[in-house]
């Protein structure tokens, strides 16, 4: 996901939503919480 960033401006990358599908065979506490630290209040799933 990082690497698909870079070319993002920062202003955008500011104002982006993550949306997670929560899949549970993908979900673990790890991802939502890295997920909690990149995106902060910005993310569903």
């Known amino acids: 996901l990082l ?6 401006p ?3 990358r500011a104002e ?7 899949a549970p065979a ?8 890295a997920l909690d630290t990149r995106f902060p209040e910005r993310w569903l799933g």
């Open 16 to 22: 982006l939503i993550f949306q997670y599908d929560g």
């Open 3 to 8: 690497g698909l960033l870079e070319d993002v």
């Open 26 to 33: 993908h979900f673990s506490r790890q991802v939502g919480d």
């Open 10 to 12: 920062l202003q955008a």
